[in-house]
């Protein structure tokens, strides 16, 4: 006979006083663990805003829980709390995420997705959470960069380029400096002999050339405008097409597929459903890996997003 085994979360549940509080507990610490390593000043701080949790037992398994980044306990930790706590009964525990998420006075990206993904968990729209953020922090919740925009690498390339040109000229200026420095002596030489007069049919050759390499980078950058308009009309055409969008009960299919469900999915089942995928798809996973990988994650999301609020409007 094969004996059921329990995940160390599913343990805790078992011996917890107060399963919504231990779910409660858990979720946050991973709001801890995505600012950083937990250590004992971490510890503290968390005891002291959950001194009045009936959870009755110790709190280093939740760390230790949180700390591994743990999806299935974390999502299993969001169905307990979720049961228990809706809307406004949500607003205590959000003031508590709020609280350790911005203790330090900043917000990270991660906790800011993480922000967003409990507050829809527990039935709090972004117009409610928005005032309530501003009341424990007194500062407004900004908006993350989506990786997924265009907008996005267009503003990274744009402040990559500034930097190589701001380098590139501080070098130009050192070189200016050095040939100014070595060419003193050496015109004071050329002085008796033709060699100015050649050397200044040489400075106008590189005048001359120097404007032509002018006229060729304005060209580029001609070329280069158009280009980056082409795309643009392309990016606005593909939108059009999309907005437009397939046949409703195609696009039913199509938002079921994403999400892994069969037709006639209930609006539970699609929340559960977009949920697992979200956690397991978040670009805040794949920061240490690149931003191509992240960009791909991104997109992902975005996809599984747009499918959850479809099929949540139509259902």
Do not use: C
């Not at 805790?12 to 231990?22: E, G, P, V």
């Not at 949180?66 to 049961?83: C, H, R």
């Not at 990786?147 to 500034?162: D, L, N, V």
């Amino acid at each position: 006979m094969t004996i059921a085994r329990f995940s160390p979360f599913e343990m805790l549940l078992l011996k917890s006083r107060h399963q919504a509080d231990t779910a409660a507990l858990l979720l946050l610490a991973w709001v801890l663990a995505n600012r950083g390593p937990l250590g004992e000043p971490e510890r503290t701080r968390l005891t002291e805003l959950t001194g009045g949790f009936r959870h009755g037992h110790e709190l280093a398994p939740v760390l230790e829980i949180a700390a591994t980044q743990d999806l299935s306990a974390i999502q299993l930790a969001a169905e307990v709390l979720q049961k228990e706590v809706h809307g406004r009964q949500a607003h205590p525990f959000l003031r508590l995420a709020i609280d350790l998420a911005t203790q330090d006075g900043r917000l990270s990206m991660a906790n800011q997705h993480v922000l967003r993904f409990l507050a829809d968990l527990l039935g709090v729209s972004p117009g409610e959470f928005a005032p309530l953020f501003k009341a424990v922090t007194g500062k407004p919740f900004a908006h993350p960069d989506d990786p997924s925009r265009t907008g996005y690498w267009q503003a990274k390339e744009q402040r990559r380029h500034q930097q190589e040109q701001a380098s590139s000229h501080g070098r130009q200026h050192s070189r200016d400096g050095t040939h100014r420095r070595e060419g003193t002596g050496q015109r004071q030489e050329r002085q008796a002999g033709g060699q100015g007069r050649q050397e200044g049919t040489g400075q106008r050759q590189e005048r001359q050339a120097g404007g032509q390499g002018r006229q060729e980078r304005q060209a580029g950058g001609q070329g280069q405008q158009r280009q980056d308009g082409y795309r643009r009309e392309q990016h606005r055409q593909r939108e059009q097409g999309s907005r437009q969008g397939p046949p409703p009960a195609d696009r039913t299919r199509r938002a079921l597929a994403v999400l892994g469900l069969e037709p006639g999915a209930n609006r539970g089942e699609i929340r559960k459903a977009y949920r697992r995928l979200a956690q397991a798809h978040h670009p805040d996973r794949f920061f240490n890996d690149g931003e191509a990988v992240v960009a791909s994650a991104s997109q992902r999301f975005q996809r599984i997003r747009r499918a959850y609020d479809y099929l949540m409007r139509v259902s």
